[in-house]
């Protein structure tokens, strides 16, 4: 069973920075659509981005671009959430996802197979 494995996240002040890890042991990631999603309390969970399992072109929802980097290491099978100028707003716990043989929609991973445990990311003002 492919397990997606999470780490980073925590408490950071506004305008700080975290960066969040995926490991994908197993994974072939030039062949998954791989990306990020992210829940706030009472809120549903949202896409925040993509990177394509081609070419490596990444996707980013508007309320994370140019702050937000995405971006995978295919010789570790781990991608990355570089996070900067973080806003209140992004509080929330962050998932990584994967798809089998797929593209990104846009920033969104489409029907993923597999999700990380998730990972908390608060950021106080």
């Known amino acids: 069973q492919f397990k997606l494995v999470q780490s980073g996240g925590g408490l950071v002040q506004s305008g700080g920075s975290l960066r969040l890890s995926c490991a994908a042991p197993g994974f072939t990631l030039d062949r998954e659509a791989i990306g990020w999603f992210r829940q706030a309390p009472g809120k549903e969970r949202e896409g925040v981005s993509c990177?394509?399992?081609?070419?490596?072109?990444?996707y980013y929802t508007d309320s994370v671009k140019g702050r937000f980097t995405i971006s995978r290491d295919t010789a570790e099978n781990t991608v990355y959430l570089q996070m900067n100028s973080l806003k209140p707003e992004d509080t929330g716990v962050y998932y990584c996802?994967?798809?089998?043989?797929?593209?990104?929609?846009?920033?969104?991973?489409?029907?993923?197979?597999?999700w990380g445990q998730g990972t908390q990311v608060t950021v106080s003002s």
């Open positions: 990177i394509s399992s081609t070419d490596g072109t990444t």
């Open positions: 996802a994967a798809r089998d043989g797929s593209y990104c929609s846009g920033y969104v991973v489409p029907y993923p197979d597999y």
